[in-house]
């Protein structure tokens, strides 16, 4: 008999500060309608300057090994493509920072916004081999474009944080999936930049060619059918794009692609994307948050995710809502997490978005602006340097 392996529970994080895309449209002379309307973005997340991908996973998963038992996790995932070492894996920092046993493994893992999917598929794996073990899988990004470029508004900041193991208390993830990968050069970030490159339009024919490639490996592969699904979950680079997939996925399999179907299948999914921005590798399990947050009653009933990977690689998987679910949910602490957030003025945005970490060697403190659990206290022989309160 097979056995039921899942997300058992998740928990997001994001940063100190927020930026309003009404202060970036009157900075750059840019109607508000392009923002809120045409990308349907209201504000993004900007970390402050001793906040980064690490500080950001371990206040994510803080709450989730508070919760549970830390000795049935005996591995970390940790994806992102927002890396600060070649080398380390930012899990590592997180292990030390959460309290997590030493008889644990931990890595890293990166295919753009892609990779907490394939960190999710590979930890089902490894519970499947051993289902007394639970494997952390987080997912933590800093999303940064030029400034002045258009894809400075679809920037944003948030990590995911969950729990993957057998009798999962939240969503029980189905076999099969469908896959995807194509060789493109829509988005990418060389090794000597800290701010991605991309080609706007051409990453979003990218996406969708991707949906189309998932969706038909997921039928080939003999799995649910359109209609059985309540809601889609698709990675959320700005929500508009969302929209945009799911009515290419529609067109492409015959149906109407009317605003009711649209809105029907995405509506709940898009509340914490739109005031976070692009959180890379955690904007699919956003998507889920604000979709078990919000949303009338799931049980039993099956969601659709989508994730996609610039570059590119894509998965169309689905997954059951667990009966109970709502009794192990995060609501508030997530509604609290995005409401902290200060806002900041444009130029405070440019300021931080401006600074990098002294790369000489020397001592070095960073100002104290968080107010969260962990920050980046400063680097010193090249080693950053965490604290937690
Ligand atoms: P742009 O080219 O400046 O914008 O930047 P645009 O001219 O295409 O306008 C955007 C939308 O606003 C259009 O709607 C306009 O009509 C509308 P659409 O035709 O697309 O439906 N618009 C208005 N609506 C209402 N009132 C107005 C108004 N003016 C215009 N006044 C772009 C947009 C997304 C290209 C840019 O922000 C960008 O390059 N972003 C980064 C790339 C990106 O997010 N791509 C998404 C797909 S790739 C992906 O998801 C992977 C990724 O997450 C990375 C990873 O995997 O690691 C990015």
């Known amino acids: 008999m097979s056995i039921s392996i899942g997300i058992h529970d998740l928990s997001f994080a994001t940063s100190e500060f927020v930026l309003p895309h009404t202060a970036l449209a009157e900075h750059n002379g840019t109607d508000i309608g392009k923002y809120h309307v045409g990308i ?47 080398a380390k894996a930012g899990g590592v920092y997180v292990h030390s920072l959460i309290g997590l046993p030493s008889a644990c493994r931990v890595v890293e893992l990166k295919q753009a916004c892609y990779g907490a999917t394939a960190a999710l598929q590979f930890a089902i794996g490894l519970v ?14 800093v999303s940064k474009y030029e400034l002045d470029s258009p894809g400075e508004a679809t920037q944003g900041a948030a990590a995911v944080a969950m729990l993957v193991g057998a009798d999962p208390a939240l969503v029980r993830i189905e076999e099969p999936s469908g896959l995807f990968t194509a060789d493109v050069m829509d988005f990418w970030r060389p090794n000597y930049r800290d701010t991605a490159l991309v080609d706007g339009q051409e990453s979003i024919s990218a996406y969708l060619q991707a949906v189309e490639g998932a969706w038909k490996d997921y039928a080939q592969q003999d799995g649910r059918s359109l209609e059985e699904f309540a809601a889609f979950v698709y990675h959320q680079p700005f929500t508009k794009m969302a929209y945009k997939a799911h ?32 959180s890379y590798t955690a904007s699919v399990y956003l998507g889920l948050a604000a979709l078990l947050d919000r949303a009338d009653d799931l049980t039993g009933r099956p969601v659709a995710f989508l994730s996609y990977g610039s570059g590119s690689v894509a998965e169309f998987f689905a997954g059951t809502v667990v009966a109970g679910y709502r009794e192990h949910l995060r609501t508030e602490e997530n509604r609290e997490a995005i409401a902290r957030r200060k806002p900041v003025d444009y130029a405070g945005y440019r300021a931080l978005h401006e600074r990098s970490l002294p790369a000489d060697g020397g001592d070095h403190s960073t100002p104290a602006q968080t107010t969260g659990p962990y920050r980046l206290a400063g680097i010193s022989g090249h080693k950053r340097v965490y604290e937690a309160r």
């Open 247 to 278: 009515r290419h996925l529609l067109e492409f399999c015959g149906h109407d692609a009317d605003r009711d179907a649209l809105e029907r299948a995405l509506g709940s999914t898009t509340a914490y994307n739109t005031v976070v921005g692009n």
């Open 40 to 86: 349907g973005q209201r504000s993004m997340s900007v970390p402050a300057a001793d906040e980064d991908i690490v500080t950001m996973a371990a206040t994510a998963a803080a709450p989730i090994v508070a919760r549970h038992s830390k000795d049935r996790i005996r591995t970390v995932v940790f994806a992102t493509e927002s890396s600060i070492d070649q």
């Open 128 to 141: 499947r081999r051993d289902p007394a073990q639970q494997v952390l899988v987080i997912a933590s990004d």
